[in-house]
């Protein structure tokens, strides 16, 4: 019999956390799933957790690679799916046990060739806190490019969204190759526009560790460039899909912002080598966005950013560095806000 789902984990070096994640796994109440595990080079004992788990269900099945990054590990999944949907976990993560269930229901109730979960951020304090919530207003099912926005960036994160199989693979909608953050930019943005149908399950139904060291987002060096190659990946698939007309302001406005999060995010030592690589992706079209763009279609700060890295000089840095502190401060206290209230 068909598996309903398939679900794929990527895992490497995480045998402190693997033994929960396999636990929300293998106790989901779908019982008809196929579980791809594929062990990424691990050098710890995740490859033997793996067996324990696999020598008592045989819905487990082992994958075994050579290191090569989680977006790889997550592509090479691909070849054995055999579920009508699929969902993409991560292994230091855990998940409701009602998740496939549920977000099965949900994707044949609509009709979607994905839906889009929500999550709990799991802090190591114990406390919880969802992540960002959709805005109430947009349609369950998004078929126009203007009721999309919502769903891209905090989402594109992989266990976030439920796929139909055979859309996933019919369109080739896969990660980012090598050892890199950000490997699941291109297949989040992929899905969602070439997607006919996309629809909302309103319940929090996974999991996600919000720190872990030794993960590729917390490690921040020059694998963080990769920014700039996966922003040209997206422009590419969007003009290759006949989508860029449609997704241009949001796209151009989403690579300016990753833009300058990443220079901030980097070390000193680092900005001006980084400078340069955004200096030479920026085009002529990002530059005329900036300069004309209505303040609905781009931040200041996204303004004041470029013409820092334009110019370079001390009042620009020095104006933007305090700027961008007094914005940060409002999110904050709006965030403390909503704690509190």
């Given at each position: 019999?068909?598996?309903?789902?398939?679900?794929?984990?990527?895992?490497y070096?995480?045998?402190?956390?693997?033994?929960?994640?396999?636990?929300?796994?293998?106790?989901?109440?779908?019982?008809?799933?196929?579980?791809?595990?594929?062990?990424?080079?691990?050098?710890?004992?995740?490859?033997?957790?793996?067996?324990?788990?696999?020598?008592?269900?045989?819905?487990?099945?082992?994958?075994?690679?050579?290191?090569?990054?989680?977006?790889?590990?997550?592509?090479?999944?691909?070849?054995?799916?055999?579920?009508?949907?699929?969902?993409?976990?991560?292994?230091?993560?855990?998940?409701?046990?009602?998740?496939?269930?549920?977000?099965?229901r949900?994707?044949?109730?609509?009709?979607?060739?994905?839906?889009?979960?929500?999550?709990?951020?799991?802090?190591?304090?114990?406390?919880?806190?969802?992540?960002?919530?959709?805005?109430?207003?947009?349609?369950?099912?998004?078929?126009?490019?203007?009721?999309?926005?919502d769903?891209?960036?905090?989402?594109?994160?992989?266990?976030?969204?439920f796929?139909?199989?055979?859309f996933?693979?019919?369109?080739?909608?896969?990660?980012?190759?090598?050892?890199?953050?950000?490997?699941?930019?291109?297949q989040?943005?992929?899905?969602?526009?070439?997607?006919?149908?996309?629809?909302?399950?309103?319940?929090?139904?996974?999991?996600?560790?919000?720190?872990?060291?030794?993960?590729?987002?917390?490690?921040?060096?020059?694998?963080?460039?990769?920014?700039?190659?996966?922003?040209?990946?997206?422009?590419?698939?969007?003009?290759?899909?006949?989508?860029?007309?449609?997704?241009?302001?949001?796209?151009?406005?989403?690579?300016?912002?990753?833009?300058r999060?990443?220079?901030?995010?980097?070390?000193?030592?680092?900005?001006?080598?980084?400078?340069?690589?955004?200096?030479?992706?920026?085009?002529?079209e990002?530059?005329?966005?900036?300069?004309?763009?209505?303040?609905?279609?781009?931040?200041l700060?996204?303004?004041?950013?470029?013409?820092?890295?334009?110019?370079?000089?001390?009042?620009?840095?020095?104006?933007?560095?305090?700027?961008?502190?007094?914005?940060?401060?409002?999110?904050?206290?709006?965030?403390?806000?909503?704690?509190?209230?």
């Open positions: 019999m068909q598996p309903k789902v398939s679900l794929i984990l990527p895992v070096n995480v045998e402190a956390y693997l033994r929960q994640c396999l636990d929300s796994v293998v106790n989901q109440t779908e019982r008809n799933i196929q579980i791809i595990c594929v062990n990424d080079g691990s050098t710890d004992g995740s490859r033997t957790i793996l067996q324990e788990y696999a020598d008592r269900d045989s819905r487990i099945e082992i994958v075994d690679q050579e290191n090569q990054g989680a977006g790889s590990a997550r592509n090479a999944g691909y070849s054995f799916i055999k579920g009508k949907y699929t969902y993409f976990a991560d292994p230091d993560d855990w998940l409701n046990l009602e998740l496939c269930e549920k977000a099965s949900r994707i044949e109730e609509t009709g979607a060739d994905l839906i889009y979960i929500q999550a709990l951020r799991e802090y190591p304090t114990g406390k919880s806190r969802p992540t960002r919530q959709f805005k109430q207003h947009l349609p369950e099912v998004r078929l126009v490019p203007e009721q999309r926005i769903l891209f960036r905090p989402r594109e994160v992989p266990w976030l969204k796929w139909n199989s055979e996933l693979l019919k369109h080739q909608i896969r990660f980012s190759e090598g050892k890199r953050p950000y490997e699941d930019m291109l989040s943005w992929k899905g969602c526009v070439l997607a006919d149908r996309i629809a909302i399950l309103d319940e929090h139904l996974y999991h996600y560790r919000n720190f872990r060291p030794g993960s590729y987002q917390n490690i921040v060096d020059r694998s963080h460039f990769a920014i700039v190659d996966t922003m040209k990946d997206i422009e590419a698939m969007l003009m290759t899909t006949g989508k860029y007309a449609d997704y241009r302001n949001l796209f151009i406005k989403s690579k300016l912002t990753r833009f999060q990443t220079y901030f995010k980097l070390p000193q030592g680092l900005r001006l080598e980084f400078r340069e690589l955004v200096l030479d992706a920026i085009s002529e990002d530059r005329l966005f900036l300069h004309s763009a209505s303040s609905k279609r781009k931040s700060l996204d303004g004041w950013f470029y013409k820092m890295l334009e110019r370079h000089g001390f009042f620009d840095k020095a104006l933007f560095c305090i700027f961008n502190a007094l914005s940060q401060t409002g999110l904050y206290l709006k965030h403390l806000f909503l704690r509190l209230k």
